[in-house]
């Protein structure tokens, strides 16, 4: 069966500080993989998603960047963290962008 | 631009009721919606999806209804159950677009 793991679940980080949050899909192959973020009163927001390795589409102007070195991984990066970066991360991955299926979320806090 | 609207941010309903949770859209292009039921601090699990070519899908006690000339869809929990508080999202994507777009929420508080 497929599983997805995302890390670290909790991270408090200073403004201006770098920032990475790993995913990983096991169980299937070539996945379309995506990083939403839901920010109080937003919703989900889509950030980037890929349908390959090293493919990247962004979605959303920011200071994040994504990469997806490996079939199954997938990165949300930042060089130096704003405060209005904070919110809950959620990975996710589908076959043909049809069902999603979220990684268990990372709560990030820049202070 | 919101492409997915759930206009109502939240929503109470009595125990054994109906709840109805709407969902509109406004890009003709999408042609497969879904819902997704949160719990705070947790990923979101799928609960029921429906292609354009249909116009009702049902899945035990929830019932998607889509309407395509009013880009319309709702969601029908019957009987509500405590354990459905949660926040519900509406999702949609288009034939062969990759992204999967998400309305900003409604939270679904079922009264004892």
């Known amino acids: 069966s497929q599983t997805i793991h995302q890390w670290p679940a909790t991270l408090v980080q200073p403004v201006g500080s770098p920032l990475s949050l790993e995913c990983t899909v096991e169980g299937t192959s070539n996945p379309n993989l995506y990083w939403y973020r839901q920010a109080a009163g937003r919703g989900l927001q889509l950030l980037f998603y890929s349908v390959g390795i090293g493919q990247i589409s962004s979605e959303v102007p920011q200071n994040l960047s994504a990469s997806r070195p490996q079939d199954r991984q997938f990165i949300l990066s930042s060089k130096k963290l704003l405060l209005s970066d904070s919110g809950f991360y959620l990975c996710a991955w589908s076959l043909e962008a049809r069902e999603l299926f979220f990684g268990e979320g990372s709560r990030l806090t820049v202070l | 631009d919101q492409q997915v609207k759930q206009n109502s941010p939240s929503l109470s309903v009595q125990e054994g009721r109906i709840s109805i949770l709407n969902c509109d859209y406004t890009n003709s292009m999408f042609d497969y919606f879904l819902w997704y039921k949160k719990y705070p601090a947790e990923g979101p699990t799928f609960l029921i999806s429906?292609?354009?070519?249909?116009d009702k899908n049902e899945d035990g006690r929830f019932t998607v209804f889509l309407n395509k000339s009013a880009k319309h869809l709702s969601l029908h929990i019957v009987p509500s159950q405590p354990g459905d508080s949660a926040v519900y999202f509406c999702?949609?994507?288009?034939?062969?677009?990759?992204?999967?777009?998400f309305g900003k929420g409604t939270r679904l508080h079922i009264l004892p």
């Open positions: 429906i292609s354009s070519i249909k």
């Open positions: 999702a949609a994507s288009g034939w062969r677009d990759d992204k999967i777009i």
